[in-house]
């Protein structure tokens, strides 16, 4: 006698948010540790269906997204200058604090919010809205 086997579908998300945080309406994910991102420099990460580049700026952490809006390249590998990265394909530089151009008003990156608990650094699901 053949039986008929049930399947149930389940949600199964690629992120693990166990190591999540609600701030303000916001999900925080945990990235890592905050400190293996020195001053000067950045460092990539994959949140959900997001690659993240966050930058240290004097002691400050900034995140935006890693895509460069012109053809693509991660941020992280380009070069970086107090709050400025340019970008390491056509030389396009963004303020890492704003997400906004330096040579124009045409093109932005889309902010992720960080959050610094402990030793622990957290960035946003979602992009942040701008206003
Ligand atoms: S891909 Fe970044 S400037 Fe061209």
Redesign the pocket.
Known sequence: MLRAKRFRLTAVSSVDFSGSRVRDGAEYLFVGPAADIRAGQSRAYRVGRYDVAVFNVAGELYAIENF??????P?TD?WVDGPLVT??????CFDVRTGTMTLGDFAMIPRFGVLVEGADLFVTTEPLEEE
């Open positions: 460069c809006p012109h053809q693509g390249a941020l380009g970008c390491s394909w056509h030389a396009w």
